[in-house]
């Protein structure tokens, strides 16, 4: 019974540190398990509400270069912003961002320039109609999770 309640806490721990390190493109699970001293199957149980920790830093980036790309004063490439959060790849970062956002880069900096703000949340795709315990509550507010249905 106290599981879910001290995972909340975990969460709120790991959530804290990869918000430090998330420019940090080597920041993997393993590492947040040695800094936060969880086991790697606990850390994988706290994040499969969100897809897993791996999906969660993931979108923690999009989030961050979609908000960096909307800056006006930001003049650099969309390129040199997904490189420095963690995306290599031009084209994969790209797929990416399209699949969470639904537009490309390109189109978000211009709506963001445009001064179009972006409304899109995190959420929590439930399968099947399940109730909501405090546990569940704690771990998702704690990863800055809604309870909505994915889109």
């Known amino acids: 019974a106290a599981q879910g309640p001290m995972d909340g806490i975990a969460a709120a721990r790991i959530t804290r540190v990869i918000a430090e390190k ?62 420095e959060w963690g995306f290599p790849e ?19 900096r211009d709506l963001g320039w445009q001064g179009v703000k972006h409304a899109t949340w995190l959420s929590i795709g439930q399968q099947g109609d399940h109730g909501c315990v405090l546990s569940d509550l704690l771990i998702n507010n704690s990863l800055g999770l809604s309870r909505s249905p994915a889109r």
Do not use: H, W
């Open 90 to 108: 031009a084209s994969v970062y790209s797929r990416m961002f399209k699949k969470e956002f639904g537009m490309s880069p390109t189109e978000a």
């Open 22 to 83: 998330l420019a940090d493109r080597r920041l993997t699970p393993d590492k947040l398990c040695r800094a936060i001293g969880v086991s790697r199957s606990r850390l994988y149980r706290i994040f499969e509400p969100a897809g897993g920790v791996s999906n969660y830093i993931r979108r923690k980036r999009l989030l961050r270069t979609r908000d960096i790309l909307a800056d006006r004063s930001d003049q650099r490439t969309i390129s040199s912003i997904a490189e």
